[in-house]
T-cell receptor, first 113, second 115 residues
Framework: RKEVEQDPGPFNVPEGATVAFNCTYSNSASQSFFWYRQDCRKEPKLLMSVYSSGNEDGRFTAQLNRASQYISLLIRDSKLSDSATYLC??????????????FGKGTHLIIQP | GAVVSQHPSWVICKSGTSVKIECRSLDFQATTMFWYRQFPKQSLMLMATSNEGSKATYEQGVEKDKFLINHASLTLSTLTVTSAHPEDSSFYICSTTGGRLDEQYFGPGTRLTVT
């Protein structure tokens, strides 16, 4: 079983739509959770951390379900510029060291005009 | 956050040659830097942890004699791919935490193509 699993997509959605995708992780000892965004041929950039209580940043909402071991990302009022690959990242290291980071393969999102 | 640069951005080399990739932390003294590799449509995979002034720590399955890492200063880590082969063609990315535990700052990456 893969450590961090995501639907690769692509998800094609019209501009202005709301889109959500999930990620599941296998290690129950995972300590921290993130969504990163990666544009084509570019480095990943942190989109947001994911907290147990759920958190929102503008049009983006992240949720964590520890019991079911999944993380979700919701994007409202999608923009053309949201087109990217979204990486689910889980850290199993207690201190949060990067050697504990595990990346999903990413979900490819395409926003259509 | 920390600003990380990488050079070169891309490189094409012939099989059997060696290629050096530089990773610089521009505004943060990085005692630790990380090297990742990403094949097309695959996850980022941690290759090694680069420690300033000491030997790098390699992940299982990564050949330390093939991927030489040098972290001679707090702002520079280098990865040398020795005797490169076509299967080494990949996107190599370095990162540092910038002093925070909950965020990684990535360099822009180096795309290596071995012909």
């Amino acid at each position: 079983r893969k450590e961090v699993e995501q639907d690769p997509g692509p998800f094609n959605v019209p501009e202005g739509a709301t889109v959500a995708f999930n990620c599941t992780y296998s290690n129950s000892a995972s300590q921290s959770f993130f969504w990163y965004r990666q544009d084509c041929r570019k480095e990943p950039k942190l989109l947001m951390s994911v907290y147990s209580s759920g958190n929102e940043d503008g049009r983006f909402t992240a949720q964590l379900n520890r019991a079911s071991q999944y993380i979700s990302l919701l994007i409202r009022d999608s923009k053309l510029s949201d087109s990217a690959t979204y990486l689910c990242v889980v850290n199993i290291a207690p201190g949060g060291g990067a050697d504990g980071l595990t990346f999903g393969k990413g979900t490819h999102l395409i926003i259509q005009p | 956050g920390a600003v990380v640069s990488q050079h070169p951005s891309w490189v094409i080399c012939k099989s059997g040659t060696s290629v050096k990739i530089e990773c610089r932390s521009l505004d943060f003294q990085a005692t630790t830097m990380f090297w990742y590799r990403q094949f097309p449509k695959q996850s980022l995979m941690l290759m090694a942890t680069s420690n300033e002034g000491s030997k790098a720590t390699y992940e299982q399955g990564v050949e330390k004699d093939k991927f030489l890492i040098n972290h001679a200063s707090l702002t520079l880590s280098t990865l040398t791919v020795t005797s490169a082969h076509p299967e080494d063609s990949s996107f190599y990315i370095c990162s540092t935490t910038g002093g925070r535990l909950d965020e990684q700052y990535f360099g822009p990456g180096t795309r290596l193509t071995v012909t």
